[in-house]
């Protein structure tokens, strides 16, 4: 069930991941919190970035982490005091069953091959009752002005390169399906939508160069040497998604997210 992260982990890499994590705290945690003396598993927590959101909103609250990565778990501990971190894998959980009161994963499923059976296991260590709260990007939701066959061509080639890796960066709008597949009830899916223009600086720096572009910007070499187009057209389509960014650019997303909760046997 391995897969390869195609966003790498490099310094780079873990500055996009804070940048997006502070600029969207205040969307995509909205709502998120977890009473005192609740335990709660973060999976895929990378360097921590969703983590200290989540600390940070839920005081008193037991938060354990795990990840894959010895590299993102150094970077997560010296980021976020008081967690209960755990190199682990989501497909083999070193967890007895019904250990957490609640889940919360955040831009992890699309990284999987097999996204119900991660999903299936979470729900083997979730209390009956329990919630789990998982957050998904769709880069088929994007658009933007002024608008370019070569920018959109740019994220059709990282989404075929995710692809390839054993992902899926379309992800987002299987939510419900995926849980209802995992055996999750009640479950309930909301789009968290990005609109950046001008007017918004904050989010034109921290969310469509530090977060958006900056992604697509780091893969161009892989997407060269795969032979999904050539130098000069690559680097053309970044240049146009650069001008979103300038004045008069305007970009929008859609972030997923779900909540769904593991029943009580009669």
Sequence with gaps: METTYVHGYSADEAQRLNDQANTLAALLHAGTSYPPG???LEAGCGVGAQTAHLVASSPGAQVVAIDRSAT????ARRRVPGVEWHQADV???????DEFDHVFVCFVLEHLRDPVRALSDLRRVLKPGGTITVI???HGSAFFHPDSELARAAIGHQVHLQSVA????LLGRRLHPLLAAAGYDAVRVRPVPVYVDESRPDLVE????NT???LFEAIGDEVVAAGLTGRRDWEQGIADLHRTAQPGGVLH???FKALASKGISP
């Excluded at 497909?91 to 069953?97: E, Y």
């Excluded at 054993?166 to 960066?169: C, F």
């Design 38 to 40: 609740s335990r709660i």
């Design 72 to 75: 993102s778990l150094a970077q």
């Design 91 to 97: 497909f083999d959980l070193p967890f007895a069953d």
């Design 136 to 138: 998904e990007g769709d």
């Design 166 to 169: 054993g992902g899926n960066a």
């Design 206 to 209: 921290g969310f469509t160069r």
């Design 212 to 214: 958006f572009i900056a």
């Design 253 to 255: 997303y859609t972030f």
